[in-house]
């Protein structure tokens, strides 16, 4: 019995020490999204030509009109070329998009990634342009997105992420995605920005050098792709700024099942990248004094906020019981009572809450909160659907087609 009670004392202290981390690490960069980021001064005044390249697979419901916005931009129209990368599309969405003004490249995998795509394409079109603008095929950006980026990369930025935003909340999943996705671009975003580290990126509405993207994606061959991405740039010591108000607007998740299906190809993605970068992440921080290398290693074990309110909750509402009622026959099994849980919950809850933008606080948002028990449900069952994820395609499916309220500031 002895052993026992040491063993759980052990794995309480070691699930409390890792919530305390997960809480301190949302608790800095949350806060220093409060204050303004300092933009570097403008080093050059250039007009670069993009690739702006939107790799598809079976998109056939919102590829076309993806790529005519696409066309819509407030830049020179000799200085981008929008290019469709078409995977397993019908023949009449391939006809329809070859009557546009654009690139198609039809590829053919026996199994389809992204990266398999991406690279395929530039393999085929060549070196003649200066940046790489990667959307997905549901993606739709504001009218200024490539000037925006353009003067990111003039004030001496390789890499940028723009500011992607949900455009459509119409169920109440769709809604906890955009949330959770805008406290994710505030705190992996702005607030490490502000503190001069980089910014995450997310897969799309990203611009990145084209001949360093072109040389990096050459060596990647995994569904996460843009983690691979990420921590290759920073290994080699590129920062990546964050656009806050370039917006690219991009399909929220609706359903259950396909939250589900997200979800487990992101934390799967998360958890091989932390295996495969923690000690290089390590040594580089030691040689080389890389921070920025070694936070993102961080950032991989980091529990989506969903998992670790919901933790937090249960965790707090059930020591509260054996603290309040004194429950001897299961607290004298711990250490940690009440007092050191709920601090934790309430912290978390304050720093979301700052995080959120202020446009959902309203009625529609209170409603949707009350699936959030059903998304932490969720998000546990994807736990155990992880094994597999990280090394194949999980193909998430989009269907919005409405219009999108685009901010063009």
Not at 159 to 188: C, M, P
Request: charged share 25%; hydrophobic share 45%.
């Amino acid at each position: 019995m002895a052993i026992l009670r040491i063993l759980l004392i052990m794995l309480e202290l070691i699930v409390y020490a890792y919530l305390v981390f997960a809480v301190l690490y949302l608790t800095i960069f949350g806060f220093a999204s409060l204050f303004k980021k300092k933009l570097p001064k403008k080093k050059q005044d250039k007009m670069r030509k993009f690739a702006v390249m939107i790799p598809g697979y079976k998109e056939d419901i919102v590829i076309v009109d993806v790529a005519k916005d696409a066309l819509r931009q407030h830049y020179p129209k000799d200085l981008f070329e929008v290019i469709v990368i078409a995977d397993s599309f019908k023949p009449e969405t391939l006809e329809a998009l070859h009557k546009l003004p654009i690139r198609v490249e039809v590829v053919v995998f026996e199994v389809s990634k992204k990266s398999k795509a991406l690279n395929k394409c530039m393999a085929s079109i060549g070196d003649d342009y200066d940046v790489a603008m990667i959307l997905d095929a549901d993606n739709i950006m504001a009218p200024d997105v490539l000037h925006k980026i353009n003067e990111a990369f003039n004030r001496g930025f390789l890499a940028v992420q723009g500011h992607r935003t949900a455009k459509n909340t119409n169920t109440s999943f769709a809604i906890l995605d955009a949330i959770s996705e805008e406290i994710n671009n505030t705190i992996f975003r702005k607030g490490h920005r502000v503190l001069g580290l980089s910014s995450a990126l997310i897969g799309s509405g990203m611009a990145i050098d084209y001949k360093i993207y072109k040389a990096f994606m050459s060596e990647i061959d995994s569904v996460g792709e843009d983690k691979e991405l990420e921590m290759r740039l920073l290994k080699n010591g590129y920062a990546i700024e964050y656009v806050e108000d370039a917006y690219v607007y991009d399909e929220k998740t609706s359903q259950s099942k396909v939250f589900v299906n997200q979800r487990r190809r992101w934390i799967a993605a998360q958890l091989l990248h932390f295996r495969d970068y923690f000690v290089p992440g390590f040594v580089h921080l030691l040689k080389t004094g890389n921070i920025d290398f070694f936070d993102k290693v961080l950032q991989m074990i980091q529990p989506p906020r969903i998992l670790l309110s919901g933790i937090l909750f249960l965790l707090s509402f059930s020591s509260a019981i054996v603290y309040f009622f004194d429950i001897q026959i299961i607290s004298k099994w711990f250490v940690l009572d009440f007092n050191y849980w709920f601090p934790l919950l309430i912290i978390t809850g304050v720093i979301l809450l700052i995080s959120v933008p202020r446009r959902f606080y309203n009625t529609k948002t209170y409603k949707a909160l009350l699936s959030l028990p059903a998304g932490f449900v969720l998000m546990l069952l994807s736990l155990f659907k992880v094994k597999g994820a990280g090394s194949r395609f999980i193909h998430t499916t989009h269907s919005h087609t409405g219009t999108v309220n685009k901010k063009d500031k």
